[in-house]
């Protein structure tokens, strides 16, 4: 599992004034919440880069006041006008306590109908999956290795670990092969010949 180490600060829930203060002094005010306790912190734009900036899914591990939480990211807030981030919501993770979290998709195996010069598209990047910190993984794995053009590969194919369950419809599409132009003109052109070849036939 990716883990991203979050050096905190403790802070004081005192109000507008207060984290208006804060992030003037370049920090993000924060709460780390889950179990019976809700920490309020802070933490720098640089330190939570990692995490917030990519299309993998990391787990945080805050530190503060010599004590440590492994966290997910449960919600963040950006500026309206400048994009940077102005709160942080951490989920503190407890074995056997279930979660929602969403999780990328990665195809797995060589498409034949990409070899035949098709393109696969992903329609669904990430998945929502409930299971327990215990059985988290990185990311989910759906194999295309049977795809041939124009076929897709739907939600229900992804393979799962035993205690994880999609929360996503079975049907959905995660990715599909799509047919390039060109093959289409030129499958379009076969059977344009074929029709009028079939037609001269029965005039005969």
């Not at 984290?19 to 003037?24: S, V």
């Not at 098709?118 to 998945?127: E, P």
Request: aromatic share 2%.
């Amino acid at each position: 599992m990716k883990v991203v180490s979050i050096e905190a600060q403790t802070r004081e829930p005192n109000g507008k004034k207060g984290t208006k203060a804060l992030r003037a002094s370049g920090r993000i005010p924060a709460v780390v919440y889950g179990g019976d306790s809700v920490a309020h912190i802070s933490v720098t734009a640089k330190s939570v880069k990692e995490l917030v900036y990519t299309p993998d899914f990391k787990l945080a591990e805050i530190k503060a006041d010599s004590e440590s939480s492994k966290c997910i990211l449960k919600d963040i807030t950006f500026h309206p006008v400048t994009d940077e981030i102005v709160h942080i919501d951490f989920l503190r993770l407890i074995d056997g306590v279930p979660i929602k979290v969403d999780l990328p998709v990665k195809f797995r195996g060589d498409s034949p109908g990409v070899k035949l010069g098709g393109k696969l598209i992903s329609q669904l990047r990430k998945v929502t999956v409930k299971t327990t910190p215990e059985k988290l993984v990185n990311e989910l794995v759906v194999d295309v290795s049977n795809l041939e053009l124009g076929d897709s590969v739907r939600v229900r194919e992804i393979d799962v670990n035993d205690g994880v369950t999609l929360m996503v419809d079975g049907a959905t599409p995660v990715g599909l092969v799509e047919i390039p132009r060109a093959l289409r003109s030129a499958s379009a052109a076969a059977d344009k010949e074929g029709g009028e070849e079939a037609a001269e036939e029965v005039a005969e």
